[in-house]
């Protein structure tokens, strides 16, 4: 889900994104360990939430008639400097719960790639409910996007592969793919990076949750990919909005994208990248074009682009 430009090791990247994507949110793979719902005075994660609800109300972002896109970027504006981490969703499983029971890792202090997207949306659309914007909201909001039907029902449950988490959420009007739009072309390449790398993912472990993991990436072989080739990205900048979800899709075998961020136009109506990089280590805005920031991803096809809705 969501796997960037530079890494340790391209291949380390990959999982990771995908890790991320399976875990409770898509791509990299960064969250903080798992804690109760609720809500708690004093807290780094709650103080965020309520001071970034209040920015978007006071700017006038946060009703439904301004376009959610825009919302995300301004909380991702806000986020800019807050660290990436790794590997945090699968930190239950690494202390002994079972991928049977995923609990929900929720943070707004540290992001990877993919949480970093669905945080940013999910406190817009807290932000645009009436009321004191609760914990329980941002939260509900998250495993919405996060878990396939918006029902988390355990590791298998997760959208592990960036586009199915498009293609849920599209089907459920979280968010409109328009790579038909932008002339986007089909990639059908079978998904099975998870199962070939069964070793990479504790929740894998557990016989029943691998098939049942397997049985998704067979589903998903009717679902091809609509991506924008890389070399046509510049052709359809212009028709990229602020905001807009994007995918970078590789040619690693068996994935589907090794990267997620917002588009992202500066003042000056340049496109470019608005992400939580490993490579970075925080929340950032890139130097690089889209453009050129895609040209740089090694084994990198394309992009897949999402526009959030309210749903």
Do not use: K
Not at 11 to 21: G, I
Not at 58 to 80: M, Q
Request: hydrophobic fraction near 45%.
């Amino acid at each position: 889900m969501t796997i960037l430009s530079t890494r340790r090791s391209w291949l380390a990247n990959a999982v990771a994104a995908v890790a991320a994507l399976a875990l409770p949110g898509p791509l990299a793979a960064c969250r903080r360990a798992p804690e109760p719902v609720r809500d708690r005075a004093g807290d780094p994660d709650r103080d965020r939430l309520a001071a970034w609800a209040a920015t978007l109300r006071s700017e006038g972002l946060a009703p439904p008639t301004a376009p959610l896109g825009r919302a995300a970027i301004r909380v991702g504006e806000l986020a800019a400097g807050t660290p990436y981490e790794p590997f945090t969703l699968e930190a239950y499983l690494r202390a002994g719960g079972s991928a049977a029971a995923e609990p929900l890792t929720l943070s707004l202090t540290r992001f990877d790639c993919v949480t970093l997207v669905e945080s940013c949306l999910a406190v817009a659309r807290t932000a645009v409910a009436p009321g004191e914007p609760s914990w329980d909201r941002f939260a509900a909001a998250m495993e919405r996007m996060r878990y396939r039907g918006g029902r988390r029902a355990g590791y298998a449950s997760r959208l592990h592969y960036f586009s199915e988490w498009i293609a849920d959420g599209a089907a459920r009007g979280l968010v409109r793919d328009v790579g038909g739009e932008l002339g986007g072309v089909e990639d059908g390449r079978p998904l099975r990076f998870m199962s070939a790398h069964r070793t990479s993912y504790p929740g894998l472990a557990d016989d029943a949750v691998f098939e049942a993991v397997r049985d998704i990436e067979r589903r998903l072989d009717a679902r091809p990919r609509l991506l924008v080739p890389t070399p046509r990205i510049p052709e359809v900048a212009d028709r990229i909005e602020t905001g807009d979800v994007l995918a970078f899709a590789t040619a690693i075998e068996g994935l589907d994208v090794s990267h997620a961020a917002f588009a992202y136009r500066d003042g000056r109506g340049v496109l470019r990248v608005l992400h939580a990089p490993l490579s970075g280590g925080v929340v950032e805005v890139t130097a690089a074009t889209l453009p050129e920031y895609v040209g740089r991803i090694r084994q990198a096809t394309g992009i897949l682009v999402a526009r959030p809705e309210w749903g």
